[in-house]
């Protein structure tokens, strides 16, 4: 069954087919980044206007490159929130006109869970000869979700069924990136720039904060460690060497990150863990957190890097089961932008 995923929650505009949940037969982004370069960030209202431009050239991108014609479509997908509500209503609003002509049913996606979903799509199923086919024995799982609008520990039992174990309780940790990078002076976005640029450096140069290590929750707090490379920087002037920094803060987040993941999946009892969301294209994060993992025999599984970041593929893998798990959803969907985790299911819970 091939379901269209639709994703704009920020400033991708977002298309992918996706057969029976898993099998990837298309995937396109376009992506706004030049738009808003010159901003250092996202510009809510020029990301609407883009998004309306660009949501018919990349639907029939995706439906060409699947080889799909409208009538094999069985369910259309669509990232229903968190995000910007004015993005997230042109997608919303294609995905229903879509829904309505075709006669098929709708599904909201949480786009968080979208994340953790990218790691159920064919290129990433490790074994299926050990029977890990479509989306089957990938839960129970841990599931670290780090991207620049969210770090969020979940603890997820099946198909939506899942529990909030922490959050970070200021910035996310890719918001830290980004905002350090633009401490550093690098362009926008901040997160590649920097792990290329700690590449060269030392990450054990500076000793930057560890906030919330140890204090038993699985909570995060990025905000402090943004402060204290910035006084760091002020303080150095000309002396700080900006490799050295960019590879000292980058440990400083993964040690966190990693040690509070591993901690959840033991306590948890379970033994695999799902990373997702754009800051786990960081190979950093990804090797610091195989190695932990490992030490306790727990398997890691990460999207490939295109994955990791925005895409409609992992809205429509997730769509898939929630729709299988809890049915369709009606025409009046509505985008909600600061939609929680308890609301996965697409519905509240
Ligand atoms: O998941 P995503 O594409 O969008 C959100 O839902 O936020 O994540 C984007 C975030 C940005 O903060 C970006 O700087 C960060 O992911 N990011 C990275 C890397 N690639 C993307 N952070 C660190 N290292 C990277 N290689
Ligand atoms: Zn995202």
Not at 16 to 30: F, I, K, Q
Not at 108 to 117: A, E, P, Q, S, T
Not at 291 to 308: D, K
Request: proline fraction near 5%.
């Amino acid at each position: 069954m091939l379901c269209l995923g639709i994703e704009t929650s920020c400033d991708e505009t977002a298309a992918a087919v996706v057969g029976d949940g898993t099998r990837l037969l298309s995937n396109v982004v376009a992506s706004q980044v030049e738009l808003h370069r010159r901003y250092g960030g996202v510009f809510p209202e020029l990301a609407s206007r883009r998004h309306i431009e660009a949501m018919l050239p990349v639907l029939g991108e995706a439906m060409r490159m699947a080889g799909a014609g409208w009538e094999d479509l069985g369910l259309i997908a669509v990232t229903r929130g968190p995000g910007l509500v004015g993005s997230l209503l042109v997608g919303l609003a294609a995905a229903k006109a879509l829904a309505f002509a075709l006669d098929v049913p709708l599904v909201g996606v949480n786009h968080i869970l979208g994340h953790i979903y990218a790691n159920l799509l064919d290129p990433v199923l490790r074994d299926p000869a050990r029977g890990e086919g479509p989306g089957g024995s990938v839960f129970p799982a841990v599931c670290l979700v780090v991207s620049g609008g969210h770090t969020d520990l979940v603890y997820m039992q099946g198909h939506g069924r899942l529990n909030l174990l922490g959050r970070t309780r200021d910035d996310a940790a890719g918001e830290a990136f980004d905002k350090v990078a633009r401490l550093l002076g690098l362009p926008y976005p901040g997160g590649p720039a920097l792990e290329r640029l700690a590449r060269q450096g030392d990450p054990e140069a500076v000793p930057f904060p560890r906030a919330m290590m140890d204090d038993g929750s699985y909570d995060f707090s990025f905000s402090g460690l943004k402060t204290a490379v910035a006084v760091y920087l002020e303080r150095e002037g000309g002396a700080a060497r900006a490799a050295d920094v960019a590879a000292s803060f980058q440990k400083a987040v993964v040690d966190v990150l990693v040690a509070k993941t591993v901690r959840a999946a033991l306590q948890r009892g379970v033994r695999r863990i799902l990373l997702a969301g754009g800051v786990a294209a960081n190979s950093a994060l990804r090797e610091s957190l195989r190695r932990e993992a490992g030490r306790h025999g727990l398997e890691v599984r990460v999207p490939p890097p295109a994955l990791c970041t925005d895409n409609a593929a992992m809205i429509a893998c997730a769509g898939y089961f929630l729709w299988r798990e809890g049915g369709a959803d009606g025409l009046d969907l509505d985008a909600v932008p600061r939609l929680g985790l308890a609301g996965a299911l697409g519905r509240e819970q």
